[in-house]
């Protein structure tokens, strides 16, 4: 199982949004609506943000928004903070009971 | 709900490890319980999952035949297993587990340093 393709870095103003993407596969991302994004601040362990593609768990900011477009989702963050600086990270389920995730993606918030 | 790991661990070349992971604040049952491995500067890979009203497990290919991973319902504890150590092992290694498809809850992590 490969992982998923995530760009390594990507920086924003505040206040600015930003989109971090995550392509895959039919056999991942786009086969099935379960894509989830977790934020990971260093020495931490990583927080979820999004499950389901567009899903935001009680507690996580509004800012934070999933989508989905065939092999790729996305995870947008409107307004950009300083707090957002950390690592992004994506999951899909890829069949048969497995997980995979992207390598990573370092915020910077300028 | 809390994961509260086991700690940290210093192995030698071809031994093997075992973290445990206590759940708390939820029914343990319901979901099923992963293991994740950060390597240094590395990113995040799902290791396996296990049921843990019936044991059955999925491993990922990359760890398969080295891994194993159990659930003991009478203590609410899940446990990796990871064997054959080698330097590349070296990591952090998190229990989650949540919703479907899912990491919504994890442990703090344990870190396994594999070194001769």
């Known amino acids: 199982q490969s992982a998923l393709t995530q760009p390594r870095s990507v920086s924003g103003s505040p206040g600015q949004p930003v989109t971090l993407s995550c392509t895959g596969t039919s056999s991942d991302v786009g086969g099935y609506n379960y894509v989830s994004w977790y934020q990971q601040l260093p020495g931490k362990a990583p927080k979820l943000l999004i499950y389901d593609v567009s899903k935001r768990p009680s507690g996580v900011p509004g800012r934070f928004s999933g989508s989905k477009s065939g092999n790729t989702a996305s995870l947008t963050i409107s307004g950009l903070q300083a707090e957002d600086e950390a690592d992004y990270y994506c999951c899909s389920y890829a069949g048969s009971y497995t997980l995979v995730f992207g390598g990573g993606t370092k915020l910077t918030v300028l | 709900v809390q994961l509260v790991q086991s700690g940290a661990e210093v192995k030698k070349p071809g031994a093997s490890v075992k973290i445990s992971c206590k759940f708390s604040g939820y029914t343990f049952t319901d979901y099923y319980i992963h293991w994740v491995q950060q390597a240094p500067g590395k990113g995040l890979e799902w290791m396996g999952l296990v049921d843990p009203e019936d044991g059955e497990t999925i491993y990922a290919a990359k760890f398969q035949g080295r891994v194993t991973i159990t659930a003991d319902t009478s203590t609410d504890t899940g446990y990796m297993e990871l064997s054959s150590l080698r330097s590349e092992d070296t990591a952090v290694y998190y229990c989650?587990?949540?919703?479907?498809?899912?990491?919504?809850?994890w442990g703090q992590g344990a870190l396994v340093a594999v070194s001769s």
């Open positions: 989650a587990t949540g919703i479907p498809n899912t990491f919504e809850y």
